[in-house]
């Protein structure tokens, strides 16, 4: 598999598979960060989480009703902050370069979508 960067309104994410440390990378128009394997593998895993939080939780609040939601692993910790049909999502890298990052709410949806796909082969 070649390297693979996926793009939209405020927003990337990419795989590069042959790189020797920094295999991942996610940012935005104006910021990007590269990550381990390892680190992509959490953020993809995290997000996926934080999403079917959301969803399971539109059921029990108001419409007008916002919510913040974290999850973390070693490597990150990351939040969901909005309504559950629209919220933005901010992480932050735990290991020695530390870094912290942002998307808008309508950049998400796009986000989650690339990085449910970003390593099916």
Known sequence: MERLIKSGAGWRI???PNATEFKGLVGTDDWAIELTEA??????????????TMKQLSAE????????????SD????????????YSLRFILNTGRCAEG??????VPSLVQAAGMLKVF
């Open 14 to 16: 990419g795989w590069n």
């Open 39 to 52: 680190e992509l593998d959490d953020f993809c895993r995290l997000l996926a989480k934080l999403v079917n």
């Open 61 to 72: 609040l108001m419409d007008e009703e916002k919510i913040a939601c974290e999850a973390e």
């Open 75 to 86: 490597l990150l910790w990351m939040e969901v902050e909005g309504y559950p049909h629209e």
């Open 102 to 107: 942002k998307w808008n709410s309508s950049a």
